[in-house]
C-alpha cells in the first residue's frame, strides 16, 4: 500500500516555475520534496494517529488566518491583501503540520522532544 502523503511532494514540480518565469516565489515549491520520503514509509496505525495530530491544528490555523485576513479586507478594503493573506495562510498551515509532524516523527524515534 502506497502511503498518500507522498503525493505532496508532486506539488515540487511548480518550482519549475521559478526558472522558467522568473518569478522567484515559485521556488519555494522545492520544499515539498521533503515528502518524497513519505513513499518509503508503511502507514501504519501510529503514523496515521501522528498524521491526524499534526493536521488538525494546521487546519485550524489555516481557518483562523482565511478569517482573519476576510476581516482585514473588509475593514481595509484592499484587494491585494487577500492574495498575499491567503498565500501566506496556506504557507502557514503547511509549516504548521510539518513541523508537528516531524515533532511527532523525533519521539516515536526516540530522540525526545
Do not use: H
Request: aromatic fraction near 14%; hydrophobic fraction near 55%.
Amino acid at each position: 500500500m502506497k502511503n498518500k502523503l507522498g503525493y505532496l511532494s508532486l506539488l515540487s514540480v511548480l518550482g519549475i516555475l521559478g526558472f522558467l518565469s522568473g518569478n522567484k516565489a515559485y521556488l519555494g515549491f522545492w520544499g515539498f520534496l521533503y515528502y518524497i520520503r513519505y513513499f518509503f514509509v508503511i502507514p501504519d496505525e501510529l503514523f496515521k494517529a501522528n498524521v491526524q495530530k499534526a493536521a488538525t491544528p494546521a487546519f485550524f490555523t489555516g481557518l483562523a488566518s482565511s478569517a482573519v485576513t476576510i476581516m482585514l479586507k473588509a475593514l481595509l478594503n484592499n484587494d491585494a491583501l487577500l492574495a498575499v493573506g491567503m498565500g501566506l495562510g496556506m504557507a502557514l498551515s503547511i509549516f504548521v503540520f510539518s513541523v508537528i509532524l516531524l515533532v511527532c516523527e523525533l519521539r516515536e524515534s526516540g530522540v525526545g522532544l
